[in-house]
C-alpha cells in the first residue's frame, strides 16, 4: 500500500474514533463494582480506556458536574482541610433542596504547578451522583459552585499511599517524564490528583494523576 494512502487511512480511523468518543460521552457516573479499585462508595466516576503505555493509561472521560471549591495556599495540605469542610457541609444538607447527598469517588483536586514557597489556588471538588448530575442542588453557603468539567482524554498514573504535596508533585513529575520520552503532547496549564480513599483507609490506598491530551493521544500500534 503506497505510504500517503496508508497515512490516510489512519487519519480517517482516528478521527472517526475520537467521533465516536464524543458521540457516546455522556455523564458517566456509575455503580462502583465497575471499577476494580474503587470500593469505598456506592457511584463512582467512569471511563472509557482507551490504550495504556507502559503504566500509564489513556482514558476516554466524559463530562460531569461536581460540587467545588477553591482556597489560595502555599501549601496544599492547608488548603485542603478548609475545603474539605465547605464540600462535606454541602452534601450534608447546606443545599437549596436540603438533601443528604452521598459521597462517591474520587475526590478531586487541581493542582497548580509552582514552587513549594508560592501561594497559590487549589480547588477540590466532591463528584456528584448520578440522581443529581442533571439537577443539582444549589449551596446555600458561599464558597462552593457547581462545576462542570468538560469531556476529555487523560494520561493518568496510579500511586499508592497518601496524597501530599510532595507525593503528588512527585507523581506528575515521573508522569510528565514517561509522556515526554514517548513525544506525548499534554496541557501543562491544568492538572489532576486523585484520591479514591477516606482518611480513615490505612492501607492499599489508591491515587491518581491526570493530565489533559493534547491533540492525539499517543498510543501502541
Same mark, same amino acid.
Given at each position: 500500500?503506497?505510504?500517503?494512502?496508508?497515512?490516510?487511512?489512519?487519519?480517517?480511523?482516528?478521527?472517526?474514533?475520537?467521533?465516536?468518543?464524543?458521540? %457516546?460521552?455522556?455523564? +458517566?457516573?456509575?455503580?462502583? *463494582? /465497575?471499577? /476494580?479499585?474503587?470500593? &469505598?462508595?456506592?457511584?463512582?466516576?467512569?471511563?472509557?480506556?482507551? $490504550?495504556?503505555?507502559?503504566?500509564? &493509561?489513556?482514558?476516554?472521560?466524559?463530562?460531569?458536574?461536581?460540587?467545588?471549591?477553591?482556597?489560595?495556599?502555599?501549601?496544599?495540605?492547608?488548603?485542603?482541610? !478548609? #475545603?474539605?469542610? +465547605?464540600?462535606?457541609?454541602?452534601?450534608? =444538607?447546606?443545599?437549596? /433542596?436540603?438533601?443528604?447527598?452521598?459521597?462517591?469517588?474520587?475526590?478531586?483536586?487541581?493542582?497548580?504547578?509552582?514552587?513549594?514557597?508560592?501561594?497559590?489556588?487549589?480547588?477540590? *471538588?466532591?463528584?456528584?451522583?448520578?440522581?443529581?448530575?442533571? *439537577?443539582?442542588? %444549589?449551596?446555600? !453557603? =458561599? =464558597?462552593?459552585?457547581?462545576?462542570?468539567?468538560?469531556? @476529555? +482524554?487523560?494520561?493518568?498514573?496510579?500511586?499508592?499511599?497518601?496524597? %501530599?504535596?510532595?507525593?503528588?508533585?512527585?507523581?506528575?513529575? !515521573?508522569?510528565?517524564?514517561?509522556?515526554?520520552?514517548?513525544?506525548?503532547?499534554?496541557?501543562?496549564?491544568?492538572?489532576?490528583?486523585?484520591?479514591?480513599?477516606?482518611? #480513615?483507609? @490505612?492501607?492499599?490506598?489508591?491515587? &491518581?494523576?491526570?493530565?489533559?491530551?493534547?491533540?492525539?493521544?499517543? $498510543?501502541?500500534?
Amino acid at each position: 500500500m503506497p505510504r500517503t494512502r496508508h497515512s490516510t487511512i489512519m487519519i480517517v480511523l482516528s478521527a472517526l474514533l475520537g467521533l465516536l468518543l464524543v458521540l %457516546t460521552a455522556e455523564a +458517566r457516573v456509575g455503580d462502583s *463494582s /465497575q471499577l /476494580q479499585f474503587c470500593t &469505598e462508595t456506592k457511584e463512582c466516576l467512569l471511563f472509557d480506556p482507551i $490504550c495504556q503505555i507502559d503504566d500509564v &493509561e489513556v482514558r476516554n472521560y466524559s463530562s460531569v458536574k461536581w460540587a467545588s471549591t477553591s482556597d489560595s495556599s502555599m501549601l496544599m495540605e492547608f488548603a485542603a482541610m !478548609k #475545603m474539605f469542610r +465547605r464540600l462535606f457541609d454541602y452534601i450534608g =444538607g447546606s443545599n437549596d /433542596q436540603e438533601v443528604v447527598i452521598d459521597m462517591t469517588s474520587p475526590v478531586l483536586m487541581t493542582m497548580p504547578e509552582k514552587s513549594w514557597w508560592q501561594t497559590a489556588v487549589f480547588t477540590m *471538588s466532591f463528584l456528584l451522583p448520578d440522581m443529581y448530575q442533571e *439537577s443539582p442542588p %444549589t449551596p446555600t !453557603k =458561599g =464558597g462552593v459552585n457547581i462545576l462542570e468539567t468538560p469531556h @476529555m +482524554r487523560v494520561y493518568v498514573l496510579t500511586y499508592s499511599g497518601w496524597m %501530599t504535596t510532595y507525593s503528588i508533585n512527585n507523581a506528575f513529575d !515521573k508522569l510528565s517524564k514517561k509522556l515526554d520520552a514517548v513525544g506525548a503532547r499534554y496541557k501543562t496549564d491544568t492538572r489532576y490528583a486523585a484520591g479514591y480513599n477516606s482518611p #480513615m483507609t @490505612m492501607n492499599d490506598r489508591h491515587n &491518581e494523576v491526570m493530565l489533559v491530551v493534547e491533540g492525539e493521544p499517543v $498510543c501502541p500500534n
